[in-house]
C-alpha cells in the first residue's frame, strides 16, 4: 500500500510539472505570435476617399462644391514606384503593379475607411473598371506614399480627381 502511495506521489509531481510546462510553451507561443503582429493592432492608415469632378479652377464668384465622399475598394500596396507599374498612355491610370498587394478593403458609404498595418511605407490606389488609379506622387515618383509608423493611424484622404479640371 506504501509503494502505491510513493507511485502517486511522483506521478502527480510528473503531472504538475508537465502542466507547468505546457502553460509556459503556451504563453511562449502566444507572446511569439503577438510580437509578430507587433504595431498592427494600433497601427495603419485612416481618411476619406472623394470623388472631385468638374471645374476646380478658382472663382470668386462661385465657390466650389465640396469634395463628395465614395464607396470604393481601396488597395494597399507596398511602396510602388513609377518603373513598378504599367501605365496606362500618360495618364495617372495603370494597367498593372508589380509590387506585393498588402490589402484590400471596401470603403464605407461616406468614403470613409480604417486599415489596420504594420510600420512601413505604402502605396494606395482605387480601381475604375480594369485600371488602378492614383494621381499623386512624391519626389523619388514613388505613387501615392503613405508612411505607417508603430502606434500611430496616419490620415491620408485620397482624392481621385480624373473627372476634374483644374
Same mark, same amino acid.
Given at each position: 500500500?506504501?509503494?502505491?502511495? #510513493? =507511485?502517486?506521489?511522483?506521478?502527480?509531481?510528473?503531472?504538475?510539472?508537465?502542466?507547468?510546462?505546457?502553460?509556459?510553451?503556451?504563453?511562449?507561443?502566444?507572446?511569439?505570435?503577438?510580437?509578430?503582429? =507587433?504595431?498592427?493592432?494600433?497601427?495603419?492608415?485612416?481618411?476619406?476617399?472623394?470623388?472631385?469632378?468638374?471645374?476646380?479652377?478658382?472663382s470668386p464668384d462661385?465657390?466650389?462644391?465640396?469634395?463628395?465622399?465614395?464607396?470604393?475598394?481601396?488597395?494597399?500596396?507596398?511602396?510602388?514606384?513609377?518603373?513598378? #507599374?504599367?501605365?496606362?498612355?500618360?495618364? =495617372?491610370?495603370?494597367?498593372?503593379?508589380?509590387?506585393?498587394?498588402?490589402?484590400?478593403?471596401?470603403?464605407?458609404?461616406?468614403?470613409?475607411?480604417?486599415?489596420?498595418?504594420?510600420?512601413?511605407?505604402?502605396?494606395?490606389?482605387?480601381?475604375?473598371?480594369?485600371?488602378?488609379?492614383?494621381?499623386?506622387?512624391?519626389?523619388?515618383?514613388?505613387?501615392?506614399? #503613405?508612411? #505607417?509608423?508603430?502606434?500611430?493611424?496616419?490620415?491620408?484622404?485620397?482624392?481621385?480627381?480624373?473627372?476634374?479640371?483644374?
Amino acid at each position: 500500500m506504501q509503494l502505491s502511495a #510513493v =507511485a502517486f506521489h511522483i506521478y502527480s509531481i510528473h503531472m504538475k510539472r508537465s502542466l507547468f510546462f505546457s502553460f509556459i510553451a503556451m504563453g511562449s507561443l502566444a507572446f511569439l505570435t503577438l510580437q509578430n503582429d =507587433a504595431g498592427c493592432n494600433s497601427s495603419g492608415i485612416k481618411g476619406h476617399v472623394y470623388f472631385v469632378s468638374g471645374n476646380r479652377m478658382p472663382s470668386p464668384d462661385e465657390p466650389q462644391a465640396a469634395p463628395k465622399g465614395i464607396k470604393t475598394k481601396l488597395f494597399v500596396y507596398k511602396l510602388t514606384n513609377l518603373g513598378e #507599374v504599367q501605365k496606362e498612355g500618360s495618364s =495617372a491610370f495603370y494597367k498593372s503593379i508589380s509590387t506585393e498587394l498588402v490589402k484590400e478593403i471596401t470603403t464605407n458609404d461616406d468614403g470613409s475607411y480604417k486599415i489596420k498595418l504594420k510600420p512601413g511605407k505604402y502605396s494606395l490606389f482605387v480601381k475604375k473598371d480594369d485600371l488602378f488609379y492614383s494621381n499623386l506622387f512624391d519626389a523619388e515618383n514613388n505613387i501615392h506614399p #503613405v508612411e #505607417v509608423i508603430k502606434g500611430k493611424m496616419t490620415r491620408d484622404d485620397f482624392q481621385v480627381d480624373y473627372a476634374a479640371v483644374y
